[in-house]
């Protein structure tokens, strides 16, 4: 297997379907998505378990988008697509500043956020979009790390990008400390917290694990440039419990025990890295990009 971000070898890691890149370290998994599989996850308890952090870290984010970063505040109405919308929470906080549309290729999901009025398409990034279409802002919100094939996406976000957009890209980093613990425990035999953090057994499993570097390389490679960084919170402590057991796979009892020690854990996590980081890319001139590849090389 080679390495999407840098092209070097990669190695087997603390399981046969995770893999470590032994030049950057970056670390991508061999999981099968199954969108439209539902088996074992009870969608209607999964919302409402992940409501609470994503709500939270939306707010953050556009706060962030707004104040700090130029390139995304609302001059006139700006286009932003939300790349897997999931339940069109991100959407339903950014029509205050943007003319929104979502994509979201599950059907189960997607029926039920159509029907709260939101403008979403069932289908995948960029099918369900025509050659024409152009935004502003493409976010990917914890969804970059399912897709297959990242630098193909990333390309054609740029194809989809009016002059002076960007792209966001909201997802899980490596460096974080809870991500770095679960990797420890795992290869003391107790690998329930490392599984949980690549999402296994679920239908959509993350593929990566991005931090900065591979990002950068994904980014040049692909025509971009970060221009703006930011962590989020890891955990937020207001519906911890059904975040732990809404997966079907632990036991309430077991939950409840987990949901615990993580509550006692809270005040080492502010002192640790988040495991959640927000990139901005912009795109780069072609020899700008060719010039900052062959430097990465």
Request: proline share 5%; with cysteine; net charge neutral.
């Amino acid at each position: 297997m080679r390495c999407v971000s840098c092209g070097s070898d990669m190695s087997v890691g603390i399981f046969d379907w995770h893999f470590v890149c032994k030049a950057c370290e970056f670390e991508c998994s061999t999981l099968s998505p199954k969108i439209n599989q539902h088996d074992g996850v009870d969608e209607f308890e999964r919302e409402a378990a992940l409501r609470p952090i994503r709500e939270n870290n939306f707010d953050l984010i556009l706060g962030w988008l707004m104040k700090e970063v130029p390139h995304t505040r609302n001059q006139g109405h700006k286009k932003l697509l939300d790349v897997g919308c999931a339940h069109g929470w991100f959407l339903e906080k950014a029509k205050e500043y943007y003319d929104i549309l979502g994509l979201e290729p599950d059907h189960f999901v997607a029926s039920r956020t159509q029907k709260r009025g939101l403008p979403v398409r069932e289908g995948y990034f960029p099918d369900a979009l025509s050659a024409e279409e152009k935004l502003d802002v493409i976010i990917f919100n914890d969804v970059l790390e399912h897709i297959p094939n990242v630098q193909k996406i990333l390309e054609e976000c740029r194809l989809h990008l009016e002059a002076g957009g960007v792209v966001v890209v909201n997802a899980p980093d490596r460096r974080g400390g809870i991500y770095r613990l679960s990797k420890i425990l795992a290869r003391l035999g107790q690998p329930g917290a490392f599984r949980r953090m690549w999402q296994y057994g679920l239908p959509s499993p993350h593929l990566y694990y991005f931090d900065k570097n591979s990002i950068d390389r994904l980014a040049i490679a692909s025509g971009f440039s970060i221009i703006a960084e930011r962590e989020l919170p890891s955990i937020v402590t207001k519906g911890l419990l059904g975040r732990i057991h809404h997966t079907g796979n632990t036991s309430l009892v077991r939950s409840i025990f987990v949901a615990a020690g993580t509550w006692a854990f809270l005040p080492l996590v502010k002192i640790l890295r988040s495991d959640i980081s927000v990139w901005v890319l912009q795109p780069i001139p072609a020899e700008e990009a060719a010039l900052k590849e062959s430097l990465h090389k």
